[in-house]
């Protein structure tokens, strides 16, 4: 897409402070964070919103799925789980999709948001 802002942080055309990035995957704090950490990831495809994802896209999915904890972790925000549900720590994952679902970005993202309990009392 010829004026997609996360097309072009994927293409090195545009800034970003990343925090991964492979063959298929970017991932990067995002400019306007609504917790103490906040990332995107981001398949490099334009995929416009999950509503467009098929069976083709299930194992980049599960990727980024996969991708979720380990980064939350690498910064500081992952879970320890006790296996009864008394851990500590812990994030947020979403996607936002159409207008209605808050997507503001017309190229897919998985948000990562951690931190004590960073949802609460904000957007």
């Excluded at 010829?2 to 995957?25: G, M, T, W």
């Excluded at 917790?35 to 981001?42: D, E, M, R, T, Y």
């Excluded at 904890?69 to 999709?97: H, M």
Aim: hydrophobic residues 35%.
């Amino acid at each position: 897409m010829d004026n997609c802002i996360f097309c072009k942080i994927a293409a090195k055309q545009i800034p970003s402070k990343s925090v991964y990035e492979d063959e298929e995957l970017i991932a990067f704090h995002d400019i306007n964070p609504a917790s103490p950490v906040h990332i995107l990831i981001v398949p490099k495809q334009h995929i416009a919103t999950l509503s467009e994802c098929n069976e083709k896209h299930a194992a980049m999915l599960g990727r980024m799925m996969v991708l979720a904890p380990r980064l939350a972790a690498e910064l500081g925000c992952g879970y320890e789980g006790d296996g009864a549900g008394k851990g500590s720590g812990g994030f947020k994952t979403q996607f936002n999709t159409g207008p209605d679902g808050g997507q503001e970005v017309y190229h897919l993202h998985l948000h990562v948001m951690g931190g004590p309990r960073p949802w609460r009392g904000q957007r």
